[in-house]
């Protein structure tokens, strides 16, 4: 049975929000692809936000989506920027976990 | 008016992606889809027909099937094209139909920036998803949905290319110097 609260709820939010952007990506102009992922990233933020798993660095990634991610509107160099940038500070929080061995 | 009044309504207009929560007045709503249906349209076909979306449920539903929708609009307009109508021009119909949708929805955004208004076109929406969820019938086809709210923020305009770079004057290659 579908239930209203269906529409409320974060993950199915995300999960057709997946689903339709890649549909979407088969006609869309190339650049809207990473677009679509950075925003299902933003989106994801704010699901691992609501189960207390955001520190700081991740809060600073959502920003840093939320007021650039345009650019691909606008300029294209830019935005290749911002994906570079959005890897270098995950590649960071990855590097800066202790090593097993 | 001046003519530089026009423009300035022209310019000033921006794709808004960041909305109060505000209520749009019903008779702006009617002044902004009147303004749609005195677009100009191939053989005054008129093969536009609007859904009006205020229902702030349908409205979440149809976000959810649109990536290209950004923020929370207080209303939409669902931009079809009717093939009943369009198929009455022949074979170049649907192409009409498109450019003649296209040109009421410009006309829908100007008046709505008229009125202080912030709106965006969004071709990004999946089709199928939004005909079921509006039950549209088989010859509609929504082609542009329109966002329409108070803007959180006037953007800046992106640069435009200049007019000697865009226009020829007496065929091609001869740059416009005006």
């Known amino acids: 049975m579908v239930t209203e609260s269906i529409i409320e709820d974060e ?3 995300l999960l057709t929000f997946l689903i ?50 345009f650019s691909v509107i606008r300029e294209e160099a830019e935005f290749l920027k911002l994906l570079d940038d959005l890897v270098l500070k995950v590649s960071r929080i ?4 202790p090593s097993t061995r | 008016m001046e003519p530089k009044e026009l423009l300035s309504i022209i310019k000033g207009r921006r794709s808004i992606r960041k909305f109060l929560e505000k ?14 249906i005195w677009a100009p349209s191939g053989s005054n076909i008129q093969p536009w027909q609007f859904v009006l979306v205020r229902d702030s449920g349908l409205i979440k539903k149809i ?27 022949g074979k170049i119909g649907y192409t009409m139909s498109i450019m003649d949708a296209s040109m009421a929805t410009q006309n829908m955004m100007l008046m709505a920036y008229g009125l202080g208004i912030g ?23 929504p082609v542009i949905i329109v966002s329409l709210g108070y803007p959180e923020e006037w953007p800046h305009p992106p640069e435009r290319r200049p007019l000697s770079e865009v226009v020829y004057v007496d065929g091609y290659g001869k740059h416009y110097r005006g």
Do not use: W
């Not at chain 1, 660095?57 to 939320?66: D, G, H, K, S, V």
């Not at chain 2, 199928?128 to 086809?141: F, K, T």
């Open chain 1, 11 to 13: 993950h199915f939010k």
């Open chain 1, 20 to 69: 339709v952007s890649a549909r979407g990506c088969v006609d869309e102009p190339q650049l809207y692809g990473p677009l679509r992922l950075i925003d299902a990233a933003e989106r994801l933020i704010d699901l691992m936000d609501k189960m207390g798993k955001v520190n700081d660095r991740l809060r600073e990634i959502r920003e840093t989506i939320r007021e650039r991610k």
């Open chain 1, 94 to 97: 990855i590097r800066e976990v």
């Open chain 2, 119 to 141: 709106s965006c076109p969004i071709v990004s929406f999946n089709k199928l998803a939004v005909r079921e969820i509006l039950e549209l019938p088989e010859n509609l086809e």
């Open chain 2, 63 to 89: 976000k959810l099937v649109s990536p290209g929708l950004f923020g929370n609009p207080d209303a939409l307009v669902v931009v079809c094209v009717d093939r009943d109508r369009y198929e009455k021009a």
């Open chain 2, 23 to 36: 209520k749009i007045p019903e008779d702006h709503l009617r002044l902004t889809m009147e303004a749609g």
